[in-house]
Each structure stands twice: as structure tokens, then as C-alpha cells.
């Protein structure tokens, strides 16, 4: 038959398990979050062939208790809302547990419960109020808070994210009609669908007859550019005991080399860990902070800089970070501390190899970017050269200053 959608095998007999993942991905656009918040939550509730928690609960055990979950994943251009599964394969259970595990994750999306031909009033109206709550409350999650704010700042995509205020007006606005229709114009959006495990080949067979929409085929996430013309600095005030503050860095001009691998082992011989530049400097040597680290965000090509610390301490942290990464910039560390940061991320590497979710995430980064397999990466990782971790160090330039500031 002709797909209007892919299926990507990952044959392995390491695992008990097989892991499914339907990726649905669309451009990303202003609303997508709010929408496809909402429909995480509803479409979790339950579905047609099982209308009650309690029935979902039932049928779940009787398959030997799969996993499901739903989640959104975004890059610059494109959103996407994953439907992953994980359940026993039939092979240490019963025959025809495959089907009926497929069928049971699927209903989830392809065929959740509705009533009069739209999600039920009562059920959105509890999934939009947790919602509402959960915006309302954000500033109660500082860390959270801070990094959404910053990344706000951060101007990434062809929008402008919306403050939490106005994104409340905007949910406020939802209707059980407009999330409903939104869920029908996903039927049109991209699908790719990943699986993990001993597959045997009924398993795209089962998929294939159990699918249907008017899907597209799946895009590539091309790597971001970013123009830094002057430094922003954002100051927020909160009634928190310890202040929050960020700084995002912006890399341009990277290699697929730099981005996936170079990228990670700057961003963990800066501020990876106890024996990092910044812990040293900024914790052990001047106790200027609680805590700090750096992360390094591939599909962005973002470095944050996150540190907690007494508002006092937020100009002796800049420089601090500025010195740390000047000093990779020069070459001033040693071939021991790069062979030790490269040990730690290839060990990494070797336990995601023991996971059949990092697998299978590993599968759609390599379909969606062309990421390496697993078992290339740590071969990958030993190329990494004092030259171009220094070298990385010079393609990333401070874009935003962000604190919210709290009563110390």
C-alpha cells in the first residue's frame, strides 16, 4: 500500500519491550502550544471504547499495563505532538497481545472519546480550568518561570511569544468547538511513526490497516541562525527567597559536527558538573551562588547559563561566566579535563543504548536531523579535539541577561 506517512524500524531483540511513537509535526505557530496543552490532557482522560478512568484502568492492566504518553516537542520552525507507547511484547505474554497493545495506544488519538461529535463539555471544561490554574500558578515554579520568560526574550521564532498574561486571555478564548477542530486539523499534518524493539511484520501491518487521515510526510528541522546585535537585559521581580538568573548565549556558523557533539562537551567542561569552570570559580572559589550550569539546546543552537544566586552577585556572575568561556577560548584547559568531560558524555551515551526511549528518540532525531546512531556517536565523540571546543568557544555570542530578582 502507499503511505502518506513513514514508519522508521528499529530492530533490536535487546529489549522485552517495543516502543511506538506517532510524531505529528505542523509549522509552529503562536497558538499550538495553548491547543496542544489542552489536547494532551483531554485526549489522556479516556477514550470510546473505554469512556471511564476506572474501564481505561481495567484494560490497561489486562494488557500488561502499557505505558502511554503524550507530549509537544518544538524547534524553531516546526511543533511537534508525540503519542508514544510502550507495552510488553507478546512473545513473554499471549498471542495477538501486539494488536490489541497497538489498538488500545492508538485509540488514544485516532479514536478518543467524544459525545454529539465533539470533545464532552465537562471533560474540557476540567482540562481548560487545570490549565488556566497551571498559567495562573507559574510564577510559583520560579526556575520554570524564569527559563520561559527567557527564552520569551529570546525571540526565536517568526512570532513573538506572548507574556503568561496575555496567553491566558488567549486560552480564556478556547471553546470546545475550536479544540475540536484543531484536533481534526491534525489529521492533516505530518506523520512520522518510530518503533523500537523484536518487531515482527505484522506490527506496520496492524498500524497500516488501524490508520487513517490525510496525512503528509514528515519535514526536515534545518539548523537555526541567529543575528545578535546588542545584549538584552531583562529584570523581573518576584517575591522568591533566592534570585534566578539566566544567560543565553546564540551559536552561528556551526557544523553538524560542532552542533551535536563539540557543542555538549564546551557546555560541560563550562558548567557541567562539580569540576566545571563555572562551579569552581563561581561556587567552591567566591561562594557566589547556590547552584549553576550550562545547557546546550541542539535544536536552538542555545546555550543557557542558569545560576541561583543573591541579586548582589549578578554582575561578578556575568563576568564570571565571560572569564570562563574566554578561558576555553584561549586554550587554557588541559587534555586530561577534555579526555575526563568526553568519558562522562560517551557513559551517557551507553546508558541510552540500555533505553528503548532514548533509542527511539535517538530514531526520530535521526530521521528529523540527521543525527548519528547511538552506536556512532561515542566514536563521534572521540574526534572532539582541544581545537574545536576552543573554536566553538568563539562562535557563541551573549544574547540576553535575564533576572528575576527575589528578596536576596
Known amino acids: 500500500m502507499k503511505r502518506n506517512y513513514n514508519i522508521y524500524l528499529n530492530k533490536t531483540k535487546e529489549f522485552k519491550t517495543i516502543t511506538i511513537s506517532f ?23 479516556k477514550t470510546a471504547k473505554y469512556d471511564t478512568q476506572e474501564k481505561l484502568s481495567i484494560a490497561s492492566f489486562q494488557l500488561y499495563s502499557p505505558i502511554v504518553t503524550l507530549k509537544t516537542d518544538v524547534s524553531k520552525d516546526y511543533r511537534s505532538f508525540n ?24 485509540d488514544y488519538f485516532w479514536h478518543p472519546f467524544l459525545k454529539d461529535n465533539m470533545f464532552d463539555e465537562s471533560d474540557f471544561a476540567l482540562c481548560k480550568k487545570k490549565y488556566i490554574e497551571e498559567l495562573k500558578s507559574i510564577k510559583n515554579y520560579p526556575d520554570e518561570y524564569s527559563l520561559n520568560s527567557c527564552w520569551r526574550e529570546l525571540n526565536l521564532y517568526e512570532f513573538k511569544i506572548p507574556p503568561t498574561e496575555e496567553y491566558l486571555k488567549m486560552l480564556e478564548k478556547i471553546t470546545v468547538k475550536d479544540l475540536y477542530n484543531y484536533y481534526k486539523s491534525m489529521f492533516t499534518d505530518s506523520l512520522n511513526i518510530y518503533i523500537t524493539g523484536d518487531i515482527s511484520e505484522d506490527i506496520p501491518a496492524v498500524i497500516d490497516n488501524y490508520i487513517y487521515g490525510d496525512f503528509s510526510l514528515g519535514s526536515v528541522i534545518k539548523a537555526s541562525e541567529y543575528k545578535v546585535d546588542e545584549i538584552k537585559k531583562v529584570q523581573e521581580k518576584a517575591d522568591i527567597p ?86 576555553i577560548k584561549n586554550g587554557d584547559f588541559t587534555l586530561e579535563k577534555l579526555a575526563e568531560t568526553k568519558k562522562i558524555y560517551k557513559n551517557v551515551l551507553l546508558e541510552a543504548q540500555d533505553s528503548p526511549l532514548s533509542i527511539t528518540n535517538n530514531l526520530i532525531a535521526m530521521v528529523t536531523r540527521g543525527a548519528d546512531k547511538l552506536s556512532e556517536k561515542i566514536a563521534k565523540v572521540d574526534e572532539v579535539t582541544k581545537d574545536d571546543v576552543i573554536n566553538f568557544a568563539k562562535k557563541i555570542k551573549l544574547d540576553t541577561i535575564y533576572m528575576l530578582e527575589g528578596i536576596r
Do not use: P, W
Open 23 to 45: 510524531v505529528f509535526q505542523r509549522k509552529n505557530n503562536v497558538l499550538d502550544e495553548l491547543y496542544r496543552t489542552l489536547l494532551r490532557k483531554i485526549l489522556l482522560l
Open 242 to 327: 533566592q534570585s534566578k538568573l539566566i544567560l543565553a548565549y546564540k551559536a552561528n556558523g556551526l557544523s553538524k559536527f560542532e552542533n551535536e557533539y563539540v557543542s555538549l562537551i564546551f557546555a560541560m567542561i563550562l558548567g557541567g558538573g562539580t569540576t566545571s569552570f563555572l562551579h569552581e570559580e563561581a561556587r567552591e572559589e567566591h561562594s557566589l551562588c547556590y547552584y549553576i550550569y550550562a545547557n546546550y539546546y541542539i535544536l536552538f543552537n542555545i546555550m543557557l547559563i542558569e545560576s541561583g544566586i543573591n541579586s548582589q552577585n549578578k554582575e561578578k556572575i556575568v563576568k564570571i561566566a565571560q572569564k570562563a568561556i574566554d578561558k
Open 83 to 106: 503519542l508514544t507507547g510502550q507495552f510488553l511484547n507478546e512473545k513473554y505474554t499471549e498471542k495477538g497481545m501486539n494488536k490489541k497493545n497497538i489498538e488500545f495506544i492508538m
